[in-house]
């Protein structure tokens, strides 16, 4: 790879990726666009050049303010003529009315000092936040506005974005979230992310229908209500979601964020003692915690059958690791609250090792060091060499083309990763795959994989932490159907078990291989840690606790 002082990106890059984002976006979803979404496109594409380069910086930054004095684009020549194209392609607009909240956000502290420091009690002790609250108590919007208006010196002014929901829309439509915008677009020029190259047409587009896309829209406005909502404590502003949310989506991707969303508002419902339509929210929601938390509320309502009955069902068909490790807690208290015989909850008991060693600022690189009289090997891997093996074995069945698992050219994994519908939309595939692993040379074959994709982003292949040579002494060390059986782990619940490996690798030709879970002075295992360390028992993994207490405590 370039190295990043060697990379020269074209002065108007930003430009050329809004633009490779539109065409994109309206290639596919041209269909499904409202008029005005349409207008935009085409007045963007008529607009000079200079006018569409200052809009996309714009679009770029935060809000839709911004000081015309403060622009500074030596690429787009002359500033005021760029501006006078985008307002007359409607990119662009003077704001000679803001609203006063958002100027005297934009006014710097010193400032509103100078402007309204003789007309108010404000004070330069006083933080921005309290001089703003200050002048918002002590001047009405004409007033601010007004003094705005007299200082203000010939250039200065404020620029308003138009388009904004549109925008917004546009970049949903592209990267299928809310969270990624344009920056992924100079991550990749510059090289720093290197993608897979997976198909994108029109047949592989997210949404089928505009009433989806309103609905992922209206979940993200109710998400940000909610949001807003327990920031002020203002519990009616939470229960007006109820309704809403109460509706069934229109398509599972939207259930489950619709799930994820009425499990955040039960969960404050419960804060807020609002215990019934806390239960309506959960009874609704196909996600975890939905069912724990009804089984807790039941039993605080000592309504300990339905609990139990419900405890039963998770049993029987555990939608992931936590509900397991719920149920197998759960069920000894239920059937004793209500008389019944069950085997008392089997404490945990793992093989362990106490050690007492002199305090380090590491605890984990110290018992490595400690570890590596006794082994061959001892690396600090946590997570790394599981997950990494776990991705490079199943690499082509993750990156398969699914249709909706990839939307955009920068994901790193497919949107259904961490859900149940990943394993079974490509069940024969993986199976096939796991089929051939039991039979071939499994280190080869990983090791092939980490040459041939190497660098390419994933969620499950840590890079700059797997190295080549950690990962063939692993694959030399541990047994192939150890290997497998952890990969089915991952796979039964990709979201919880790609967390809570052991701290250390221990390897040797000869001897095999331990993972090691460090635990210092005062810490303890924590639940997904020791649902591994349960599995690792279980199977006869090698596995182990390393206690930690300093001789000089």
Known sequence: MMPLSEVELDPLYYLHNFEQLCATVYRQYQDLLQPAELEFYRRFE??????????????SRRGELFRREQLDYPE?????DAIDAGAAAALLATEENPDPEALLTLLRKDE????????????????????????????????????WRAARETGAGLLRVEHGPVIELLQLLFFGNRRQSLTEFVLSDLGIARHVAYSLDRQERLFDCREQIDEYLLLGALGDKF???????????????????????????????RDR?????????????????????????????????RVRIHTALQDFQTALDLCEEIKAAPWCEAEIDFVRRQLPALHKKLGQEYPALARDSFAEERLQLPAAASVERLVAEHYAERWQQVHFVENVVINGSFGLALWEQIFA??????????????????TGEFYTARRDAIEQRLAELAQSDLRAQLLAAYDHCEGLASHWVNWRYLSREVLAAALE??????????????????????????DLLALDPERGYCLIEVKGPGDQLQLNQRRWLRFFQDNEIPAQVAWVKWTDA
């Open 46 to 59: 008529v607009a000079e050049q200079s006018a569409r380069g200052l809009f996309v910086r714009l679009v």
């Open 76 to 80: 787009l020549g002359v500033l005021d």
């Open 112 to 147: 509103l000092l100078a402007l309204f420091g003789e007309r108010t009690p404000i004070r330069a002790s006083m933080r921005k936040a309290e001089l703003v609250a200050c002048l918002q108590e002590s001047l009405d919007a004409d007033e601010l506005l007004a003094i």
């Open 227 to 257: 949001y807003e909502a327990v920031e002020e404590d203002d519990s009616s502003a939470v229960s007006a979601l109820v309704e809403p949310l109460l509706a069934p989506g229109c398509a599972p991707l939207l259930e489950r964020r």
């Open 261 to 293: 969303l009425r499990n955040r508002v039960a969960r404050q419902l419960e804060r807020y003692s609002e215990l019934p339509p806390a239960l309506a929210l959960y009874a609704c929601s196909q996600r975890h915690p939905a069912r724990e938390r």
């Open 401 to 418: 083309p699914v249709p909706g698992a990839f939307v955009n050219p920068f994901q790193s994994a497919p949107l259904d990763m961490y």
């Open 477 to 502: 060390c541990i047994p192939r159907e150890h290997w497998l059986l952890i990969w089915r782990r991952i796979l039964f619940d990709p979201e919880a078990n790609r967390s809570g490996c052991p």
